[in-house]
Nanobody, 123 residues
Framework: QVQLVESGGGLVQAGDPLRLSCAVSGRTFSTWVTAWFRQAPGKERDFVAA???????NYADSAKGRFTISRDNAKNTIYLQMNSLKPEDTAVYYC?????????????????WGQGTQVTVSS
C-alpha cells in the first residue's frame, strides 16, 4: 500500500512563488515515475510535470520555464517549485505515482494519488 500526502498549497498573489511537497510512504518509489497534475473547477485533470528515477523530467507547456519538479529519494518526497504564479494556475494540485520507469502525461497511467492541495492565485 502506497500513500501520497501533498502539502504546501495556499493563497498567493500573482507573481509569487510557492513550493508543493508530496511525501510518499508505504514502500520505496525510487524506480518509479512521480508526477504532478492539477484540476480546476469544472475542468479535467491536467498534467503539470513528471520526473523519473533517473531525473528525467517532462513539463506541460504551461509549466515550462516557471515550474520545477524534483525528488529526494532518500526522503521519499517530490517537490514542485512554482514561480511567477498566475491566476490561471489556480487549481487543486495532485501528486501521483506510476509504477514504471517511463514518464507519462496521461493521468490514466498513474495508479496512486494523493488527496490534493489547493493552490489559489489572486490577481
Amino acid at each position: 500500500q502506497v500513500q501520497l500526502v501533498e502539502s504546501g498549497g495556499g493563497l498567493v498573489q500573482a507573481g509569487d512563488p510557492l513550493r508543493l511537497s508530496c511525501a510518499v510512504s508505504g514502500r520505496t518509489f525510487s524506480t518509479w515515475v512521480t508526477a504532478w497534475f492539477r484540476q480546476a473547477p469544472g475542468k479535467e485533470r491536467d498534467f503539470v510535470a513528471a520526473i523519473n528515477w533517473g531525473g528525467i523530467t517532462n513539463y506541460a507547456d504551461s509549466a515550462k520555464g516557471r515550474f520545477t519538479i524534483s525528488r529526494d529519494n532518500a526522503k521519499n518526497t517530490i517537490y514542485l517549485q512554482m514561480n511567477s504564479l498566475k491566476p490561471e494556475d489556480t487549481a487543486v494540485y495532485y501528486c501521483a505515482l506510476r509504477r514504471f520507469s517511463r514518464n507519462s502525461n496521461n493521468h490514466q497511467m498513474y495508479t496512486d494519488w494523493g488527496q490534493g492541495t489547493q493552490v489559489t492565485v489572486s490577481s
